[in-house]
């Protein structure tokens, strides 16, 4: 038929117009901000997609092929289901996709390592983009400095040996606490870890990123070049801009003497149970930028024991770890080197203590809080973790006292990040997580998806400034106030938002809660089905 030939036509067009793109960008046709779905005259048929397949080096999974599998770290909702699934290989494969993806009018999802919490970096009919082939790991000489250029699909464990390694041991590079945590989506969101006291947040060590915008162009972001959208990106959460290919940070002297504390407790009493949490408020409200740790309640344990990581760098260490390792109810021989101060442990092995997360069926909880809170932070949490509930569930809590010291002496007017003040002038970042199993209903879901978002909001929140970490977010917000709980302020959030209007002017990325989330696109309830949903439009983020 005429119509037939006349599409066929358009698509030929297209994919002749993949081969000759130019690292310039290409001009664009605004459509308007719906995006084509199945059926629609846009969406690319069988044989189109089959085409393109051909015209990159990278592989390209559709929906229905043998290999297709979209991978998703929480397992809450339904699997999403993009339209296909591209693994470039090199910049040009990038270029490729999104010429096609912006010729059908497809929207776009980026994942790097999959981590995201709440599913944000997937989406349904989307062209969706796994960067896990972008895995450079290149060290840099900046005279007197030291960086290290790595890819998105690169994560941290591999990178902390790769440094130790290749400096033997005389750098460091600042890391999360999760070895499976890749670089691009632990930074955008702010970053934080054990060196974040000592050197500042995950984006006050990067030096430059290089992008793939929307419409083709290679840039790169830093303070010198495209310093807007550097700032964006260095805060804003997951990608809403381009396609960073590549991210250069600034590595740092390894501390050279590390005091270190590692105990599980299972204390036998009330009054045990008050000590150490006692303990480790002390620990943390006289901390310096030279310490930290992590304080973490599990509900699921028998005993219900609490697990502590505390770390000192320098000569002054000893009054600080003391106040965690002479507290009662820790058990030696449980685990290696369980209760015991170390005092002359190495950065790289505290590092090397980095563990893998394993996803599955979560919600998450999160906010911030001064050090002088801890105690009362303690209590609040752990009640909740040993709190029966109506459906089957299992908790925890973690606090990562890592926040504080320098970090809150760099950007303070967040001239060059976007992060949250109220991260900047945080000691804690506390995390609450409930779990349960596969065998739950939708019902029994919503309910404690529910009940942990009245206990975040009336419980948790007052505590500090109402801030939720990016990394690590709840889904849902009563008062609507995702933005400026992200970001600390509307203004902080337009000003992202004019970016985000620059660099993709046809909102082609999206993402849940992502700068531009609310545009007219990501709303239109038939790219995230009511009756099929597995996407962030459903309230609860559940659905059948």
């Not at 069926?361 to 949490?381: G, H, M, P």
Request: hydrophobic share 35%; with cysteine; net charge negative.
């Amino acid at each position: 038929s005429q119509h037939h030939n006349m599409k066929t036509f358009l698509a030929v067009l297209a994919l002749l117009s993949l081969s000759i793109v130019e690292a310039e960008g290409w001009g664009g046709y605004h459509r308007g901000y719906r995006y084509s779905l199945p059926g629609d005259w846009l969406w690319p048929s069988g044989s189109q997609f089959m085409w393109f397949k051909h015209f990159i080096r990278g592989e390209v999974h559709v929906k229905g092929d043998a290999e297709y599998a979209p991978y998703t770290f929480s397992t809450r909702t339904n699997l999403p289901q993009p339209a296909m699934i591209v693994f470039p290989n090199c910049v040009r494969d990038i270029q490729k996709t999104l010429r096609f993806a912006r010729w059908h009018n497809m929207r776009i999802s980026v994942l790097s390592t999959g981590h995201h919490m709440d599913v944000r970096n997937i989406a349904d009919n989307a062209v969706h983009i796994v960067m896990t082939n972008f895995d450079e790991k290149t060290l840099v000489d900046a005279g007197e400095e030291k960086h290290i250029t790595v890819g998105p699909g690169q994560t941290w464990g591999d990178i902390a040996g790769f440094v130790k390694e290749e400096t033997y041991e005389e750098w460091a590079v600042a890391t999360g606490a999760d070895s499976t945590v890749g670089p691009y989506g632990w930074t955008t969101g702010g970053g934080h870890g054990y060196l974040s006291r000592l050197h500042g947040l995950g984006v006050d060590h990067v030096v430059s990123m290089r992008v793939v915008l929307t419409n083709g162009r290679v840039v790169t972001a830093s303070e010198h070049s495209h310093k807007e959208l550097f700032r964006s990106l260095l805060g804003s959460g997951g990608s809403a801009y381009g396609i960073t290919v590549s991210m250069t940070i600034k590595l740092h002297p390894t501390p050279q003497k590390v005091t270190t504390f590692f105990g599980a407790f299972f204390p036998q009493s009330p009054e045990q149970s008050t000590a150490v949490m006692q303990g480790y408020h002390d620990f943390i409200s006289g901390a310096t930028k030279h310490s930290g740790g992590y304080y973490l309640t599990m509900g699921f344990i028998p005993g219900n024991p609490v697990f502590m990581i505390a770390f000192c760098y320098g000569d002054d260490c000893d009054r600080h770890i003391s106040k965690v390792s002479s507290l009662p109810g820790c058990v030696p021989g449980l685990l290696p080197g369980n209760c015991q101060q170390n005092d002359e442990d190495t950065y790289y092995n505290l590092v090397n203590a980095l563990a893998p997360s394993a996803g599955g069926n979560q919600y998450t909880i999160s906010a911030s809080v001064s050090a002088e809170k801890a105690f009362d932070l303690i209590q609040t949490t752990t009640a909740w973790v040993l709190k029966a509930e109506t459906v089957p569930m299992t908790k925890f809590c973690t606090q990562s006292s890592v926040l504080g010291g320098e970090m809150k002496k760099i950007d303070e007017e967040g001239k060059r990040t976007s992060v949250s003040p109220a991260m900047r002038n945080a000691d804690i970042q506390v995390t609450c997580v409930g779990t349960w199993a596969d065998s739950a209903t939708v019902e029994q879901r919503e309910q404690m998806v529910a009940d942990m978002d009245a206990w975040g909001e009336s419980t948790i929140r007052p505590f500090g400034a109402g801030w939720v970490y990016w990394n690590e977010p709840q889904h849902n917000f009563p008062e609507n106030d995702w933005k400026e709980r992200y970001w600390g302020s509307m203004d902080n959030y337009n000003r992202l938002l004019r970016s985000k209007r620059r660099y993709d002017p046809l909102n082609a990325i999206t993402c849940y809660h992502c700068i531009g989330w609310d545009f007219p696109t990501t709303v239109d309830p038939a790219v995230c089905p009511e009756q099929d949903c597995t996407c962030s439009n459903n309230k609860l983020g559940t659905c059948n």
